[in-house]
């Protein structure tokens, strides 16, 4: 067992707070010569900018104003899908009328064919033929198919 200390690493001392502070006080003349100098190389870009602020915001509101005008009439929601859309809404709900007016004369025929005795009497005398002792019936025939031309082409 080997309990032979090695070579300790250097204890790094840091700097007090004072001369991080010494060291800020010298660099500040500079830093406020190089904020001057990029002043006075702005300063009329940023006089320019000052002057045509309005111009510019109202560029900017009339560029959004047009920009929310066109997704508002044509975006994915917009007027004009809105409007196919209630015009297909529209049509959709007078079918489903039209259909329930018919779903209810199919129910009432149903019904009548289940309880009116009246109704019974005339579906059998029209599709199965009947007919009370004492009445003739007429049948007419079924119309003729139409039947198509035929063709005779020249043999060879």
């Not at 309990?3 to 790094?12: A, D, E, M, Q, S």
């Not at 502070?21 to 190389?41: G, K, Y």
């Not at 007016?101 to 009246?118: A, H």
Request: with cysteine.
């Amino acid at each position: 067992m080997d309990l032979r200390v090695g070579r300790l690493p250097k204890i790094r001392v840091l700097p007090s707070p004072e001369e991080g502070l010494r060291t800020l006080v010298e660099c500040a003349p500079q830093a406020e010569a190089w904020a001057d100098r990029l002043m006075e190389r702005l300063r009329p870009r940023l006089t320019m900018l000052y002057g045509i602020r309005t111009r510019l915001a109202t560029g900017v509101v009339a560029a959004f104003t047009i920009w929310l005008f066109v997704h508002v009439m044509f975006g994915a929601n917009g007027m004009v899908v809105y409007r196919q859309k209630k015009a297909e809404y529209q049509s959709l709900e007078r079918e489903i009328d039209g259909l329930q007016r018919e779903n209810g004369r199919y129910t009432q025929q149903i019904q009548s064919l289940q309880t009116d005795p009246k109704t019974i009497e005339k579906e059998a005398r029209e599709q199965l033929h009947y007919a009370r002792p004492g009445e003739v019936v007429y049948v007419s025939p079924p119309p003729a198919a139409q039947q198509r031309p035929e063709v005779h082409s020249a043999q060879k």
